[in-house]
């Protein structure tokens, strides 16, 4: 894993600016917008809207989140990026059969959860209902290691089983599937014929992205850490707004060369 802003890491993000039609997607939390107590407040800086914006001009650029598309897009308003929901369930690819039943097994998911809550409520977890997933937030929770084992507990007992992927203070419950970040980025590479793309993430639903076997792809993952797939490493969140500089600026020069 190496930095993204080494002179080798540089040379890699020019080489994807200069090809025009290269695809710059993004996670939202923690990638885009900073991690906050409460995931109500989450938002763009104004430096890393505008770098957003300006990026979103030059080439094509995707928002791939965990977060509903009806949560996601207001926060992200006036940028013309494509925007991807629920882990990559939403927005995209899936057939209005496969929604229907992702949403059918949400709704059945919730029923049972929210038909005896009082273990999550005492543990200080809060479900959301993002209509195509659940989550499991226990940022608040007194004890994070309780909450997320009365979580376990909980989920081990959905049918049908789903698929869990851990986040940052979240536990995801994704009706199982093909479906996840990495197949919608494959696929929206295809529908934009894309020929190389750029991804940045921060979270273990990223991994989805970061393992594609797939050499067109250049992983970058905010935070250096040893067990991830990704190929290269921000170091902090708030150089973000950099990145997206950087990119727009490497896009500029490659057109007017
Ligand atoms: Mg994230």
Same mark, same amino acid.
């Not at 290269?22 to 109500?40: E, K």
């Not at 059969?97 to 029923?111: E, G, K, S, T, Y």
């Not at 937030?137 to 081990?156: D, G, L």
């Given at each position: 894993m190496q930095d993204v802003f080494s002179a080798q890491g540089k040379r890699v993000l020019d080489r994807l600016a200069s090809q025009g039609?290269?695809?710059? /997607?993004?996670?939202?939390? #923690?990638?885009? /917008?900073?991690?906050?107590? &409460?995931?109500?407040?989450? +938002?763009?800086?104004?430096?890393?809207?505008?770098?957003?914006?300006?990026?979103?001009?030059?080439?094509?650029?995707?928002?791939?989140? +965990?977060?509903?598309?009806? &949560?996601?897009?207001?926060?992200?308003? #006036?940028?013309?990026?494509?925007?991807?929901?629920?882990?990559?369930l939403e927005g995209l690819h899936a057939s209005e059969r496969v929604m229907q039943q992702a949403q059918d097994c949400c709704r059945a998911w919730l029923n049972a959860v929210t038909k005896d809550d009082r273990e999550l409520t005492r543990a200080g977890v809060v479900v959301e209902d993002? %209509?195509?997933?659940?989550?499991?937030?226990?940022?608040?929770?007194?004890?994070?290691?309780?909450?997320?084992?009365?979580?376990?507990?909980?989920v081990s007992t959905l049918l049908p089983a789903p698929r869990l992927v851990l986040g940052k203070a979240v536990v995801n419950a994704i009706?199982?599937?093909?479906?996840?970040?990495?197949?919608? %980025?494959l696929e929206l590479m295809h529908q934009l014929q894309t020929s190389a793309a750029l991804y940045v993430g921060d979270d273990d639903t990223d991994e989805d992205v970061f393992s594609l076997p797939d050499e067109?792809?250049?992983?970058?993952?905010?935070?250096?850490?040893?067990?991830?797939?990704?190929?290269?490493?921000?170091?902090?969140?708030?150089?973000? +707004?950099?990145?997206?500089?950087?990119?727009?600026?490497?896009?500029?020069r490659a057109v007017s060369a």
């Amino acid at each position: 894993m190496q930095d993204v802003f080494s002179a080798q890491g540089k040379r890699v993000l020019d080489r994807l600016a200069s090809q025009g039609g290269s695809l710059f /997607a993004f996670d939202f939390d #923690g990638t885009l /917008a900073r991690i906050v107590q &409460d995931r109500h407040a989450a +938002g763009l800086t104004e430096s890393t809207r505008q770098a957003l914006h300006d990026l979103a001009i030059v080439a094509p650029t995707a928002i791939i989140s +965990g977060r509903s598309l009806a &949560d996601l897009s207001p926060r992200v308003k #006036g940028i013309s990026a494509h925007l991807i929901g629920n882990h990559g369930l939403e927005g995209l690819h899936a057939s209005e059969r496969v929604m229907q039943q992702a949403q059918d097994c949400c709704r059945a998911w919730l029923n049972a959860v929210t038909k005896d809550d009082r273990e999550l409520t005492r543990a200080g977890v809060v479900v959301e209902d993002k %209509m195509y997933s659940l989550t499991f937030h226990y940022r608040q929770a007194w004890s994070p290691a309780a909450a997320r084992e009365t979580i376990f507990h909980v989920v081990s007992t959905l049918l049908p089983a789903p698929r869990l992927v851990l986040g940052k203070a979240v536990v995801n419950a994704i009706p199982s599937g093909n479906l996840h970040k990495g197949t919608a %980025m494959l696929e929206l590479m295809h529908q934009l014929q894309t020929s190389a793309a750029l991804y940045v993430g921060d979270d273990d639903t990223d991994e989805d992205v970061f393992s594609l076997p797939d050499e067109r792809i250049v992983s970058v993952r905010v935070g250096k850490k040893a067990a991830t797939a990704a190929q290269w490493y921000l170091t902090r969140q708030s150089q973000i +707004g950099q990145l997206l500089q950087y990119l727009t600026g490497a896009r500029a020069r490659a057109v007017s060369a």
